[in-house]
């Protein structure tokens, strides 16, 4: 059982919701339903399990629910039925006191509009969690200077929140979300009320604060490129219904349906997919097993102007290219050696394709992926980044020449 | 009966709404007495408290500690304004200080009494809408209803002179400060309140750490409208011989004295300048921490 689990979990406003709930499995549409008993159907058989440790992103467009849902966590709302597991105990059922002691001490949320209290002073504000818990004043202070102090807000402590910037607002959020050491993060489109290049390095830091904490992160955003940066998984979530859970990779390349393949469609896939995914399998020549001729064979198979040529623990020694080979066989040249090129792009299954770009856009010839014995495991022939870039993440889609060439083109404007 | 005699039939019809009220306020006075006496009882020993105080300490000493106090929260200028207001009302006519102060307890009690009531009322009706509900048209009522219809049956019920003045002020200044206080309460960002619910604060928490001192400004605001109204209310209380510096007044006009009266009204009206400057810097200091 995963650390969270929402099951069948169905939020539904207005004042009779069983009604409604009976509508809709009696297969009426949430229009329907809002045009003939004014409920509002916000959530609909949503299902999800969330791991603990990682960063679960939430993504949908406005009305999807996603605000509805992550509220429903920490029973900011209450959810009209189903089950939210924490750790195999049901949220839902917890009774009052249960449910203060799971916020004030195991979860905390950051909201979109930051929601300080502007009364109060940014260290207060930071201490409210633990004041609430009745933590003494000294105490409580020390350990909202330290998260203070990691947020990049120790001079700030005195001030009030008015006096910040938005940026260094939502910096306090999560100081004050973290104070209380929870496990569990819920956090409201955090970055979503910033400007693009503050909102930039708040994902980063998120990034690298999550690396030191490890907290289990529940985030929701409009924003499908904040997701892909941040998620460990995603939810595409639409008009209260999950349409699909998956890696950033897994959404990207495998859309489920037609509207997450809209969704992913502007994306900037350079900076998400990595090289590992647009590779194919390479299929070199081994040095001793064989010459030019087999190499031409290799080629022809491949229907490539190129062979990586690797030795018997397939590292990678060089690549033979048609004419080199061609002419070998024509003076009738055994040796393979002396023949290869030594010039070879080479890069790690990792590498975001934002930096294999350039290459591709230059070199001729495919890319050498490369694991870290210096292995070959695979090559990325240059169709496949641009075909990636295009849309197509199929390595061997239909892309013909004019079509490589339109793109190598405009990239190398770009470049200059 | 020919059409005429319906007519007259008909316009000589009187509900006997004046006499059941009067049945209903006779029999309460006859047998509910413990009610407006328990009622008068508190306002009755703040009052006298308050007004001896006043009347004991030396004039000097009140109006150093009144413009200490406009000076600290309101400036400078207002401090000037408030010395030059209170040696006038001190001067104008040396008779009218205790006047004043007696006026100025009766203020200051109804004002007490109104936060002690009205602010409670208000949060109340701001954390629930049902309780709004009841609670608004009352307020509306006792606006609308002109203080001289209420001031003859709390003559019968709780009787002449100071305290039932004191009351009627009450009944009359009451309605800004339930008003602003439920209004500050509600206006708290929805947001702010959620931020503290996903803290896990208590009710009482969230009242005290989050919504009454975000509330502050608004209820300010109402009190400052609380205590001119109760002023205004003061000064017309004399009408059931509350009396006071309206005391004077009413007996000026009374005896067309028109300087007397001038004096007496200037007396009121520098008292509400100074009471609605201190008061405002107040609001206004809360404003500016919030």
């Known amino acids: 059982m995963a650390y969270i689990e929402i099951r069948d979990l169905y939020k539904i406003f207005g004042p009779r919701p069983k009604e409604a709930r009976r509508m809709l499995d009696g297969g009426a549409s949430k229009n329907e339903i809002m045009a003939k008993t004014r409920h509002a159907v916000a959530l609909q058989d949503v299902n999800l399990s969330v791991e603990e440790g990682e960063t679960f992103v939430v993504m949908g467009l406005s009305g999807s629910g996603k605000s509805t849902m992550i509220r429903c966590i920490n029973r900011l709302i209450e959810a009209t039925q189903g089950e939210i597991l924490l750790e195999g105990r049901d949220i839902l059922k917890y009774n009052r006191e249960e449910l203060r002691e799971l916020r004030q001490n195991h979860m905390s949320m950051v909201f979109q509009r930051f929601a300080l209290f502007p009364h109060r002073t940014v260290r207060e504000n930071a201490a409210y969690g633990l004041e609430i818990r009745g933590v003494d004043k000294s105490e409580r202070f020390a350990e909202a200077e330290r998260w203070l102090n990691i947020v990049g807000l120790t001079d700030w402590a005195d001030s009030y929140p008015r006096q910040l910037s938005g940026g260094m607002q939502q910096r306090v959020g999560i100081a004050r979300a973290l104070c209380t050491d929870p496990e569990i993060l819920l956090m409201d489109e955090p970055f979503s009320a910033l400007d693009p290049l503050i909102r930039r390095e708040m994902q980063d830091e998120l990034v690298e604060l999550q690396s030191r904490l490890n907290k289990t992160i529940i985030f929701i955003t409009h924003d499908l490129d904040e997701a892909l940066r941040l998620g460990d998984r995603i939810a595409i979530l639409k008009d209260g219904m999950v349409q699909q859970v998956g890696t950033p990779e897994e959404i990207l390349t495998s859309p489920i349906n037609d509207y997450v393949a809209d969704f992913t469609q502007d994306v900037n896939r350079v900076r998400v997919l990595t090289a590992q995914t647009i590779m194919i399998k390479p299929r070199p020549l081994q040095i001793d097993r064989g010459g030019p001729r087999v190499a031409l064979k290799f080629m022809e198979e491949q229907g490539m102007a190129s062979v990586f040529v690797v030795d018997r623990h397939r590292r990678l020694l060089g690549m033979l290219t048609m004419e080199e080979a061609i002419q070998a066989v024509q003076e009738d040249r055994r040796e393979i050696e002396p023949l290869l090129n030594h010039e070879i792009d080479k890069t790690t299954p990792e590498t975001y394709l934002e930096d294999l770009l350039p290459i591709a856009a230059q070199r001729r010839w495919p890319i050498a992926v490369l694991d870290e014995e210096e292995r070959l495991i695979g090559a990325i022939p240059r169709v496949a980044v641009l075909g990636a870039l295009a849309g197509t993440p199929d390595p061997h889609g239909h892309m013909d020449d004019t079509m490589v060439e339109e793109v190598v083109d405009a990239l190398q404007q770009a470049a200059n | ?290």
């Not at chain 2, 400060?177 to 500050?184: A, C, D, K």
């Not at chain 2, 009710?203 to 005290?208: A, C, D, H, T, V």
């Open chain 2, 1 to 290: 009966m020919d059409e005429g005699g319906i007519i007259t039939w008909f316009t000589g019809f009187d509900l006997p709404v004046g006499e059941v009220i009067e049945a209903a306020v006779d029999w309460l006075n006859l047998n509910a007495s413990f009610v407006f006496e328990a009622i008068k009882f508190p306002i009755d020993i703040f009052l006298n408290g308050l007004e001896d105080f006043l009347l004991w300490v030396p004039w000097w000493i009140i109006i150093i500690a009144l413009v200490a106090l406009a000076w600290w929260r309101a400036g400078w200028r207002v401090g000037v304004l408030s010395a030059i207001s209170l040696l006038l009302i001190r001067f104008l006519e040396p008779e009218y200080w205790d006047l004043t102060m007696i006026t100025l307890g009766m203020i200051l009690t109804a004002v007490a009494f109104s936060v002690i009531v009205g602010i409670p009322i208000g949060i109340w009706a701001a954390l629930d809408d049902t309780v709004d509900r009841i609670v608004r048209p009352v307020l509306d009522a006792m606006q609308t209803i002109h203080p001289f219809v209420y001031l003859v049956p709390i003559v019968i019920l709780f009787g002449p002179r100071k305290v039932p003045g004191t009351l009627a002020t009450i009944i009359f200044a009451l309605p800004p400060i339930v008003r602003l206080t439920n209004l500050g309460i509600r206006q708290v960002p929805e947001e702010t309140v959620e931020a503290a619910r996903s803290f896990g604060s208590t009710q009482q928490q969230m009242l005290f750490k989050v919504q009454i001192p975000l509330a502050l400004p608004t209820i300010m605001a109402g009190l400052n409208q609380t205590l001119l109204l109760s002023l205004s209310m003061g000064v017309i209380a004399a009408l059931i011989a509350a009396g006071g510096i309206g005391q004077e007044i009413l007996r000026s006009v009374g005896r067309v004295d028109v300087a007397r009266a001038a004096e007496a009204g200037l007396v009121v009206l520098l008292l509400a300048v100074v009471l609605d400057r201190i008061s405002q810097a107040f609001a206004e200091g809360e404003a500016e921490t919030a």
